[in-house]
């Protein structure tokens, strides 16, 4: 097995402003696991709350020796390997674990959703991220996306409900709320998803501060729509923490370390009579095709992450009308696109 990388930054289409931080571009590693004439693509991507960088992906990836292992199907061998090299590291590991599973669909000759028996017609709609801004941008950008059958709403500034009226005043789509931990009141968290529910709003992610467990269950006991896990939620023992406390978790390639440990969440979670979300990161659509292979599996998608960037360097699963639809390529289902342009801005290679 041949393995190589390269730094990517990802560019936003608008400046994009959840409850805590602005940004216009996003760090992500793409690597590349080569074995018999076949190539395997993962990614890994560092929104800044993750503590992640490019700098601390390349120097875990440089230490990790895939040389050792002849057969990339061994997979539970590997990424046991690679989960004991650190604790941390998360996005990291989900780079290699993507690559893996890419490169295991096209040794077998299959899209990944085909090796696990997932019927690719069951795939959910997707929503589309409107992240916080004046209300009048707000609406430019529902109005952009006009396509999507969904939206979710960033909440957790002084003009939230301003927010929701202004979109209100154009589209009546289903509307999820993430507020990104914003309110710390559990009263007032309450009386906030009362007035949510009366606009339509089909469920809430984290309303409150990741650890305020005890004020979650209370709300989530009360609340007329579902609550939703998203940073209290990293990795597969969460499922077990939060029953109870939330009513549904939001699943992510880069907390999860990949598709392997994200499946299991799926079944855990599934067990505990929890709800399921998938989402994403900033990412191209590499990880976002990878993620889109176990949506069939889940009670919504926000896997619109590819879509909010202007350079992807790869062509992948395809919003139809709003779903999600899968393509049947090998694999996680993905191509490169050969542009030189793009190619050339990628800012550095290693190989190992
Ligand atoms: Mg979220």
Redesign the pocket.
């Known amino acids: 097995m041949k393995f190589t990388y390269s730094t990517y930054n990802l560019q936003m289409q608008h400046t994009f402003t959840v409850s805590g931080f602005s940004r216009n571009t996003s760090p992500v590693v793409l690597i590349q696991i080569a074995y018999e004439g076949l190539v395997g693509y993962g990614e890994a991507s560092m929104p800044p709350y993750l503590g992640e960088t490019q700098e601390s992906v390349i120097s875990f990836l440089k230490g990790v020796d895939l040389a050792q292992f002849r057969n990339p199907l061994q997979i539970e061998e590997i990424l046991q390997y690679v989960e004991s090299i650190s604790p941390n590291n998360r996005a990291a590991k989900a780079s290699i674990d993507i690559a893996l599973h890419d490169l295991m669909g096209k040794i077998l000759n299959k899209p990944l959703y085909e090796i696990w028996g997932i019927n690719p017609e069951d795939t959910p709609f997707t929503s589309y991220t409107i992240g916080i801004d004046k209300p009048e941008i707000v609406q430019t950008k529902t109005k952009e996306a006009n396509n999507y059958k969904i939206l979710k709403v960033k909440l957790g500034s002084a003009n939230d409900k301003e927010i929701i009226n202004s979109i209100r005043s154009i589209t009546q789509v289903p509307l999820y709320v993430?507020a990104?931990q914003a309110w710390k009141d559990k009263y007032q968290a309450l009386d906030m998803i009362h007035w949510l529910d009366q606009k339509g709003i089909e469920l809430i992610?984290?309303p409150m501060p990741k650890e305020q467990l005890e004020d979650m269950a209370w709300l989530t006991e009360k609340s007329p729509i579902p609550t939703i896990a998203?940073?209290s939620f990293q990795r597969l023992d969460d499922v077990q923490k939060l029953k109870g406390v939330y009513s549904g978790i939001?699943i992510k390639l880069m907390k999860s370390t990949g598709l392997h440990e994200a499946r299991k969440m799926i079944e855990k979670a599934r067990k505990q009579n929890m709800k399921v979300m998938l989402?994403c990161m900033t990412e191209t659509s590499c990880a976002i095709s990878a993620a889109a292979q176990l949506s069939p599996l889940v009670d919504w998608a926000d896997l619109d992450g590819n879509l909010l960037i202007t350079n992807d360097v790869f062509e992948g699963v395809k919003i139809v009308e709003g779903k999600i639809t899968l393509n049947k390529l090998p694999g996680i289902g993905v191509k490169k696109k050969t542009s030189s342009l793009l190619a050339m801005t990628i800012n550095k290679r290693y190989d190992k």
């Open positions: 993430d990104n992610e984290q998203d940073e939001n989402g």
